[in-house]
């Protein structure tokens, strides 16, 4: 078969990769009919596109992280849609079984999943509850005869919801608060088989992009499951959530590498070919400008993404906050970037026919799903101040603060000495913007103490610091090993984002610490409770009417 095989190189595969995407796949027509045909899910199936990182026992091809990634490079390039489709069913659906399901679980489930014969979801969201996935409702309670939960309650947004089989679902469960002996509930992750009865779901949702997945409300009434489908154990239904959304976190950047390419090799052509004032536009600097900005922007995510694909294949026990970083990251990128290839491409990208608007309408909704990127900065710039706050409290110095380039919260800088001569002003500028951060982050905990974690406006310019220091390490440290290999090309790549990087983070950390800009932050956030005072727009009109 030409399927996608894990003893083959990655090459064959990801040849039979792009053939299925250039010969089968019609990424338009998927987004008009809102679906995908019957018999290019057959394909797909073929090819092992729906076991991509499950054992070999089980039926998958048991790739990489790295591989992985590598594979979803191609749908980024070709139908983000079908994307989803294919990483709702194994990033997050049945992801929860292979982190941890137990034996009976993995042989019961996996195979099916892994070949395309039944499709798996991840049923989290609620209508009450979105980022704050403590606050769900429903519940599955055990009966009497403690052989199954009953579950009532209902999800939405569940991409693939209207045709999985398989559901992992999260619900409150009674239990008991050990620390005061009261009643508490607390969530609990159950594998759910529709088969099980007093499951439904609602018409597809009618999205503004990655139209051919599914997206549906998911009912639960009254269905009964048996306790041996409990996933993990009852109780810890919120850590594996948050772990499957972790694990899941990390493709998203190879992907959406591969959408960036595509534009970028769209945008130059365009410049290369079109001319208008007797000049091509590649030789105008706003377009030089705007080419060198994607193709930065691509450089560190790329170099991100595959750093942290690295570090899980590896078995790093932490990479969450790496994972949020590179998902905040390229989601943003691959939205500035799609939205630059349109201009440069000025009337021409409006057009359907060119297609990059259907690029723009998919890219949106990466900077929502998966955790959205405001809640991620936020829990990134919590994550390193409660890392601070812990050391300072232990220490109680500031001169212990320096000890903090150690800290999780902080990419390790790299030695000057282990670096390519020609990356060293890129490694000084890193180090500096590291120590003056652990510095200014260390000035505002002991400035606001517990309360830090209101001052949002804050915590945003300690998360772009924080993503922007991730972004130079990872490009230094991907240049140089290029230039270890005797390919020395990168090194301008690496230099020019960190220059950039040095003199955003620079603004970040004045800003931080002056007073003056606090002021102004406080003058900007009082205009804005009197709008939702107003409840709409403050000014009346200038004309009187």
Known sequence: SSGINAEWPLRPGMEAGHSFFQETNDAAGNDSNEKIPEEQLDQMRALGMYGLMVPEEYGGVALTNTMYAKFGELTGEYDLGLGIHTGAHQSIGYKGILLYGNEEQK????????????????????????????????????????????????????????IAEIFTVFAKTPGIDKKTGEPKDKITAFIVERAFGGVSHGPPEKKMGIKCSNTAEVYFENCEIPVENVLGEEGD????????????????????????????????????????????????????????????????????????????????????????????????????????????????????????????????????????????????????????????????????????????????????????????????????????????????????????????????????????????????????????????GEIVLANAWCAESHQKIKILLDEMGDSEITKVDEAVLAVGRMGLDANGYLAKSPIGC
């Open 237 to 488: 239904g919120f850590k594996v959530a948050m772990n499957i959304l972790n694990n899941g976190r990390f493709g998203m950047g190879a992907c959406l590498t591969g959408t960036m390419k595509m534009l970028i090799a769209k945008s130059t052509d365009h410049a290369n070919t079109r001319k208008q004032f007797v000049s091509n536009l590649r030789e105008y600097q706003g377009i030089q400008q705007k080419i060198a900005r994607m193709n930065l922007l691509c450089y560190a995510n790329e170099s991100m993404a595959y750093m942290l694909c690295g570090n899980m294949d590896r078995g790093a026990p932490e990479y969450q906050l790496e994972a949020a970083i590179s998902k905040i990251f390229a989601s943003q990128a691959a939205w500035d970037v799609c939205d630059e290839t349109i201009q440069i491409l000025g009337g021409a990208g409006f057009m359907k026919d060119v297609g990059i608007e259907r690029w723009m309408r998919d890219l949106r909704i990466f900077r929502i799903f998966e955790g959205t990127n405001d809640i991620l900065k936020l829990f990134v710039a919590l994550n390193g101040v409660q890392d601070i706050g812990k050391k300072l409290k232990s220490a109680g110095t500031m001169g212990a603060m320096m000890g903090l380039m150690k800290n999780k919260f902080l990419p390790a800088a790299p030695l000057k000495c282990n670096v390519h001569s020609d990356l060293a002003p890129s490694v000084d500028m890193l180090r500096g913007d590291i120590s003056k951060f652990s510095v200014s982050v260390s000035e505002q905990v002991i400035k606001h103490k517990k309360n830090i974690i209101s001052q949002q406006v804050l915590l945003n310019r300690v998360a772009d610091v924080a993503i922007l220091l991730q972004s130079m390490a990872s490009v230094i440290s991907r240049s140089n090993n290029m230039a270890e290999k005797g390919d020395t």
């Open 107 to 162: 042989e019961k489930y996996l195979p099916s999943l892994a070949s395309g014969d039944v499709f798996a979801c991840f049923c989290l969201t609620e209508p009450s509850s979105g980022s704050d996935a403590s606050s769900i409702k429903t519940r599955a309670v055990l009966n009497e005869a403690g052989t199954h939960y009953v579950m009532n309650g209902a999800k939405i947004w569940i991409s693939n919801g209207g």
